[in-house]
């Protein structure tokens, strides 16, 4: 199987910027469609930004303008650069894949719906 790792997360001050990660756990894979999620205490997972394998991106209204998502596709790396965090922008931050295929004792095997393990983000003062 294909897990997702996420990194970069942390405690931010109001204003501040963070960058996310989001790499598979093995090499030789195709990601296609990855969105970021996020969780706050007591609410319900949301989708935050997504992007295509070749560049298509959508930002959730709460995020556009502070946030980008990017991917380098030759490190199966997907990226969310966050600016101007407000509080509220506090949560777990999820990955998510809607499909990998990848190479794997000798055959290409495929995927679906891979999540990562969250990374926290919180901003406060």
């Known amino acids: 199987q294909v897990q997702l790792v996420e990194s970069g997360g942390g405690l931010v001050q109001p204003g501040g910027s963070l960058r996310l990660s989001c790499a598979p756990s093995?090499?030789?894979?195709?990601?296609?469609?990855v969105g970021w999620y996020r969780q706050a205490p007591g609410k319900q997972r949301e989708l935050v930004s997504s992007?295509?394998?070749?560049?298509?991106?959508n930002y959730a209204d709460s995020v556009k303008g502070r946030f980008s998502i990017s991917r380098d596709n030759a490190k199966n790396t997907v990226y969310l650069q966050m600016n101007s965090l407000k509080p509220e922008d506090t949560a777990v931050y999820y990955c998510?894949?809607?499909?990998?295929?990848?190479?794997?004792?000798?055959?290409?095997?495929?995927?679906?719906?891979?999540w990562g393990q969250g990374t926290q983000v919180t901003v406060s003062s």
């Open positions: 093995r090499s030789i894979v195709n990601i296609y469609v």
């Open positions: 998510n894949a809607d499909h990998i295929t990848y190479f794997y004792g000798g055959v290409w095997k495929s995927a679906t719906d891979s």
């Open positions: 992007i295509t394998r070749d560049g298509r991106t």
